[in-house]
């Protein structure tokens, strides 16, 4: 892409990654209810110029037209490239769709087949505000960051639950 200079436009390479899996692959039996049940270990690179802050939100899509998420944390400090497996002290935690505890909650999805779990990191322009009281949920994050999401980078990995 060039610019109407005819010089090339900036890109951006924000990616996010772990060294527990790869994109496409398969989540770890660890990071679901099958196994340990912790965060796995995330990092990224080349967010987006302007970033202030991150936020990620892990979803499944359980087949019924809704959106389930495992794992909402925000206000994510610009300076952290990763989170560690098993993290809890970076960043603030939200609500998921199994309860009211701020905290991850793995996967433990029912009925047959694989389902296919995202991580979406958010590189962010400000902080997000949310209007009223009450919990923080995953739609509330994912509603007040979209207005200062600057980019965002995926990691989409399935998981079939043993019989």
């Known amino acids: 892409t ?3 200079s005819g010089s090339a436009a ?3 390479s924000f990616a996010i990654s772990s ?3 790869v994109n496409g692959g398969t989540l770890p039996k660890d990071f679901t209810c099958d196994g340990a ?3 796995p270990p995330l990092s990224w690179t080349q967010a987006p110029a302007g970033t202030r802050e991150f936020a990620l939100l892990m979803t499944t899509l359980p087949g019924d037209g ?3 998420w495992n794992w909402v944390l925000y206000n994510v400090p ?3 490239t990763g989170l560690a497996r098993n993290s809890r002290s970076v ?4 609500v998921g769709s199994d309860g009211p505890s701020a905290a991850y909650q793995p996967p433990c999805s029912q009925g047959p087949g694989a389902k296919i779990y995202t991580f979406t990191l958010y590189a962010l322009s400000a902080s997000p505000r949310f209007a009223g009281g009450g919990a923080v949920t995953g739609a509330t994050v994912a509603s007040a960051i979209a207005p200062v999401t600057l980019g965002s980078a995926v990691l989409n990995l ?3 639950r043993p019989r």
């Open 66 to 68: 809704t959106t389930k």
């Open 2 to 4: 060039t610019t109407p």
């Open 10 to 12: 900036p890109r951006t």
């Open 37 to 39: 049940g912790v965060s």
């Open 158 to 160: 399935s998981y079939t």
């Open 78 to 80: 610009v300076a952290t």
């Open 19 to 21: 060294d527990a899996f």
């Open 91 to 94: 960043g603030t935690f939200g």
